[in-house]
């Protein structure tokens, strides 16, 4: 039997697929991940992004048998137990599939080769699911429902490495946190927190215990919303007394129900508390001009070699846009 695996806008090694590979192997398929053959028995495609949804339709027309899953497809489905219940297979992924992903930026080959190596190498998965907070603009809490434990870290080690890749949707929200990070510094790990921390639900505690342990990336954290401007804030300070501040990097959502003057107030803010800001469109399809031109101008760090009103594409942008009315009128 030959079942194919699509990682349709994936970043990192996509668990789901992963799993899935290791239950058809023991059933003695054939495994093939995105090269999937027109004959393939069986084929699963990963849609995380609903914005990837429409064009992932469009393999209908290669894989009629073709079955989707992925929160971009339909936050309500889940892997049969069977499958969920599998440890991910990590001789799926191969450094050519993950290099496309992280081949930009200044980086050497060299560099961006070994960092391609060390994340399909990296164990990954979930020790918690769920999150306390229901934000309007996130799939987590239909998706994943209430917060529970679902495994240790020693469950998602990888023996091939010593780097975590940890999917948790709340960490900090977790009353074992202190706990996991500990065991995680304790063992000798280095860990990503790929879906970032809740800096409002910093305490000294987790702050320090964040502090101890290796991480592969930033500690990231978010600012969406304006009205829990003092959380964040004081979440921040007590995160700085223990981590410096270079291994921060706050997202901030634009477009959603801020204005154009707040996303540039929470901006300011960030940067005169010494924290990277990196701007995230909440349309990230079609975003507004103004919001392309402010994502670039910030996380491409131009911000701090010219002010906003200064940036050439946003510069550019007004130009075209006086020359249509011009017409029109």
């Excluded at 297979?89 to 599939?97: P, Q």
């Excluded at 804030?233 to 501040?245: C, F, P, T, V």
Aim: a neutral charge.
């Amino acid at each position: 039997m030959k079942v194919g695996l699509i990682d349709f806008d994936g970043k990192i090694p996509n668990l789901a697929l992963m799993k899935l590979s290791t239950y058809y192997k023991q059933h003695g398929a054939e495994i093939f991940l995105n090269n999937v053959p027109k004959d393939a028995d069986k084929v699963f495609c990963s849609v995380l992004f609903t914005w990837s949804k429409r064009k992932a339709e469009q393999l209908q027309q290669v894989y009629p048998n073709i079955e989707y899953g992925g929160t971009g497809w339909d936050i309500h489905k889940r892997l049969p137990a069977e499958v969920e219940n599998c440890n991910p297979d990590y001789e799926l992924y191969m450094i050519e599939d993950i290099l496309p992903r992280i081949n930009g930026g200044i980086a050497s080959k060299e560099s961006k080769v070994k960092k391609a190596q060390t994340i399909i190498d990296a164990g990954i998965g979930f020790t918690s699911r769920g999150c306390v907070r229901k934000c309007g603009f996130c799939f987590v809490p239909p998706k994943e429902g209430e917060f529970r434990q679902v495994a240790t870290i020693e469950d998602l080690i990888n023996p091939e490495s010593n780097v975590v890749i940890l999917l948790d949707n709340n960490i900090t929200a977790d009353p074992l946190a202190v706990d996991k990070l500990h065991e995680i510094r304790d063992r000798g790990l280095v860990v990503d927190i790929s879906q970032g921390i809740d800096v409002r639900l910093i305490t000294p505690e987790i702050a320090q215990a964040l502090s101890e342990v290796k991480h592969l990336r930033s500690i990231h954290y978010a600012w969406d919303l304006m009205g829990f401007e003092k959380q964040i804030i004081e979440g921040i300070n007590i995160l700085s007394e223990r981590a410096k501040k270079w291994r921060h990097m706050c997202f901030m959502l634009i477009g959603y129900n801020t204005t154009f003057e707040e996303d540039m107030y929470r901006y300011r803010k960030l940067t005169e508390l010494g924290i990277k800001p990196y701007v995230m469109p909440y349309n990230k399809q079609y975003p507004s001009k103004k919001h392309h031109c402010f994502a670039g101008w910030i996380n491409g760090r131009y911000h701090t070699v010219c002010e906003f009103e200064e940036y050439e594409p946003w510069v550019k942008a007004q130009r075209e846009c006086s020359e249509q009315i011009s017409m029109v009128i």
